[in-house]
Every structure is written in C-alpha cells, then in structure tokens.
C-alpha cells in the first residue's frame, strides 16, 4: 500500500486564532517560528469564536486538517524535537560545524538550564497541538453534520492531543494538562499534573480513539490517523509504563488486523516515493511547495541533510557508537548511516566531509541531492512516527517480560529476517536469536530496538524508561534523580507567576 495522494492542506487556512494555553487570550498560532526563532504575525485571521460562531461540516474540516498541518511545524520536527528527543541518546550528535548552533551541544552534554530557547520552542509547539485538538473536541460536538464523521474528526484530535501529550511527559515529568477549552483564571493558568494523571489521560483519549477512528482510509485521505495508528501509540504509551498485558493486548490487535507488513527493502522504505507504505502506521506528512513554508512543507529532513552535497544543514548525525552498535553484516547500517566517500542506493556520490563537516549523516531523513531544496524551506520527506517494526519488537518484549518466550522470539525473528534479506553479502548472515533465558532475550530485544529505529527519536527516551541510562549515557554526563527528565522552560515559569514548579536538580 505506497501511498500515491496524501490528504492536501495546501489551499486549507491554518491558523484559526486559537485563545493561547497558559497565556491570555492571544492569536497563539498566529505565527510561525523559522530556524532563528523570529516570529512573523499573521494578520487578519479569525479569532476562535468567530471561527465557530457559523460552524458547518466545512469548518470541522478546516480544524481538524489544521491539527496536522502544525504537526510539521518548526516546534515540532525542528531543533527543539532533535535536542530533546534524539541528541541526548548515544547514537546522535549535533553535527554542521564546529561554530554553528552551539546550544544543540547542551543536550549532548546534559549542561543544558531552563533558560535555553529549545525547551520552549518544544513545549510551544506541543500545547499548540493541544490547543488545536481541544477546539475540535470541544466544538464539533455541536455541529449539525454527518454523525460518523463528527466522531472520526473527534477521534483524530484526541489522537494528536494524546501524541502530543505523550512527547511532553517524556520530555518533562509534571506538566499542565489541558483537555477543554480553558476559560477561568485558574484554567489559564493551570498547575502541574502529575506524570500518572497525564498518562491516565493519554490512554483515554486513545481508548476514545481506537473505538471511532477507521482502520483505513482512501487515497484522498492517507495519512491521517487510524485504529491501528491508536492501537500503536496505546501500546508504546503501556510499555512506557511497564503494563505488559496491556502492551500485549494492543499489538495483536495491530498484528491481527491484516492492514499491516514490513516492507520487504528497508533502505527504500524511507524514501519519498514509499511515503505511506505497508510498514507506515503513521507519518506526519509533508508536501513540499516552494514558498509554502510549513503550511506544508517541513525541515525535519532538511535539518540534518548533507552539508558538503548542499542538501541540507547537516544536524542530529550518527555516532560512531551507533554504528558499532550494529552487528557485522547488518545491512541496515547502510541504510541508516550516510558515510563520506560512499554512494547511496539511489546513486548520489557522497562527498568527503570538508574541515569539520560530519563524515556521517542520518540516510532514514536523505533526500536525494537532485530534489533536495537550499530555500530553507524543507522538503518532500515525511517523518515517521510509528511503524509495524515497533509494534512487533513492542509485542516481543512484553512476551518476554510475560514469560512467553516462544512468541517472544517469533516477533523478534520477523524484523531480522526482513533484515537479513537486505543483505548481499553470502559470507555475513545476521544470525537467528535462540536463547530462552529471559535476560539475555531482554538484552537481545533492547539491541534489536536500537538498530532497527535507530535515528528516529526512540533510543533516548527507550533506554530512560528501561532504567538503565546512568550506565548508558552517564560518560556523556547524564545524572539520575536529575536527567530522566528536561527542565520545565524558565519563561514558562515566569509566565504563570511561580505556578508552575522547576524539575529537581535544574
């Protein structure tokens, strides 16, 4: 199932004047953050009342496909999302030059304080998100449209708000959580839930979700989310909180619904044309048109292309201590680590790295170097959020931490056979995992985890919730009962006048 036509919001408006979460009453989506952080104010937008004072079918529409838009949003896949959600992990570093965007460095080193510009850039942009699911959720139930699209238009914004949800509890422990419109002072001006409650709440919305949302969609609208696309986060969102039963139960209802398979070539299972593909579950999709800027174009993948071939601006690149995490002869190496010197599948020649350029890159956000843009706009390259390769390895260590190894081992062997079909060398084959000691399967899994989505903004926070990152991370300076989570943003703080409280140790 390649996808041939994603859902467009290219002539839909975006910003709908949304009143601000934890701010007073503001055009908060009224702007747009480039890479230096400015602020351009769009003009003439409605405000939200009078966005719904005339809701029709036509207006839910509109909001919901606003909720997707801002998913591609510089706050969302920019360098907020690469420093807090990969650049701390040891497969990733911050890349570009020496001298250039040095504050991504705090994060690789753990010396990053509540005052840098990243924090907030990430927690804006996730109560974004929120705020946009909460005026669907809050203000479609009151339209007089068809009944079953009213509930699938509900459905994809709890799924959103719950996704959103769950980068800031990992991101920040304790956070303000938000589920209608605010309207009082206090709701305003919210305090910290605790992790638990919010947890609580995520899983809510993708119980809501799963019961609503469709288990495909037509080629008009591919690429919003589905049953499966719930299934899924509601399965991670349970193994982040170690409740394997639960973890079990929603990847069999992704595996047993048929919609899903890997794809049989991992390499190009990242490119743009395989966008959608049988292996997606869900992707933030990104179109891109020259001057659109994000209302549809994205810089997830133009952050981090290779400098030296002007594709891009070489950020968030591999380490060496993730490419000695692969076995010899594991053909996903080559397709997740761009090396200088070497010629990709799709036949670019990738120059030698000139002084103090990275000599690697991430291959899983490569555009090719003839349709990579130098705008700073973006680029046609969607960023994959969830995958049928998790589910499986999901499903393979909640078998194992249940005690059923047998199956354990059947999901693990699914995702290094598919690897090991990519090989072409006879001589190197990735060998069949055997063992039935539960430890040393647990160590197996957690490995095949961190090659298998290495570079897609799972290793940091996998290896945090496994409890095991002050022996991981801890040369690079991470320190427990401090790092396991970021510093709430200091101007957050200041804004709620003390209300909102700083995480220990920063």
Not at 12 to 41: D, Q, R, Y
Not at 75 to 81: I, L
Not at 197 to 211: C, F, K, P, R, S
Request: with cysteine.
């Amino acid at each position: 199932m390649i996808r041939k036509n994603k859902f467009s919001i290219k002539n839909t408006p975006l910003f709908l004047g949304i009143t601000g979460i934890i701010m007073s009453s503001t055009l908060l989506v009224s702007c747009s953050k480039n890479f230096t952080g400015a602020e351009a104010s769009l003009q003439g937008q409605p405000t939200g009342a009078a966005f719904w004072a005339k809701a029709d079918a036509t207006t839910a529409a509109r909001a919901v496909t606003a909720i997707y838009a801002n998913l591609r949003s510089w706050n969302n896949v920019g360098f907020a999302a690469v420093c807090i959600e990969n650049i701390g992990s040891d497969d990733a570093v911050k890349g570009s030059v020496p001298n250039d965007a040095t504050f991504i460095n705090l994060y690789d080193n753990f010396t990053v304080t509540s005052t840098d510009g990243q924090l907030d850039g990430f927690w804006q942009g996730q109560y974004q998100n929120i705020n946009f699911c909460n005026q669907v959720i809050d203000n479609v139930p009151n339209i007089n449209m068809d009944a079953t699209l009213k509930a699938r238009y509900i459905a994809e914004a709890k799924f959103v708000r719950a996704y959103s949800y769950f980068r800031l509890v990992r991101a920040f422990g304790n956070i303000p959580l938000v589920i209608k419109l605010p309207s009082t002072g206090e709701e305003l001006n919210p305090k910290q839930a605790t992790a638990t409650a919010v947890y609580a709440a995520i899983e809510q919305d993708l119980t809501d979700a799963a019961a609503a949302l469709p288990t495909t969609y037509g080629p008009a609208d591919i690429g919003r989310a589905t049953k499966g696309a719930a299934l899924a986060l509601h399965a991670k969102v349970a193994m982040y909180q170690k409740k394997w039963s639960d973890v079990l139960t929603y990847t069999k209802q992704v595996m047993q619904s048929g919609v899903y398979s890997l794809f049989p070539d991992y390499y190009a299972m990242f490119r743009i044309a395989n966008e959608n593909c049988s292996e997606s579950i869900f992707e933030i999709q990104c179109n891109y048109v020259s001057g659109n800027g994000d209302l549809s174009n994205s810089q997830y993948s133009q952050i981090q292309g290779n400098r030296d071939a002007n594709a891009g601006w070489g950020f968030d690149v591999p380490t060496q201590n993730l490419v000695n995490a692969f076995e010899v002869g594991d053909p996903r190496l080559q397709a997740t680590v761009m090396m200088e010197g070497t010629t990709t599948p799709s036949g670019d020649a990738v120059p030698m790295a000139s002084a103090g350029a990275p000599t690697m890159y991430n291959m899983k956000s490569y555009v090719p170097f003839a349709i990579a843009t130098t705008d700073n706009q973006g680029a046609d390259q969607n960023f994959r959020v969830l995958r049928y390769a998790d589910v499986l390895l999901m499903n393979a260590e909640a078998n194992n931490e249940l005690g059923n190894t047998s199956d354990a081992l059947a999901s693990l062997e699914m995702v290094r056979a598919r690897a090991r079909a990519q090989s072409t060398n006879p001589l190197v084959d990735l060998p069949k995992i055997v063992t039935t000691v539960q430890a040393t399967l647990r160590t197996d899994i957690w490995h095949e985890r961190r090659v298998e989505l290495a570079m897609e903004n799972d290793r940091y926070f996998d290896v945090i919730r496994r409890g095991n990152a002050a022996a991981v991370f801890g040369s690079l300076g991470w320190k427990a009962n401090k790092n396991e989570v970021w510093p709430i943003p200091q101007i957050e703080i200041d804004n709620s006048g003390g209300v909102l409280v700083q995480n220990p140790g920063y």
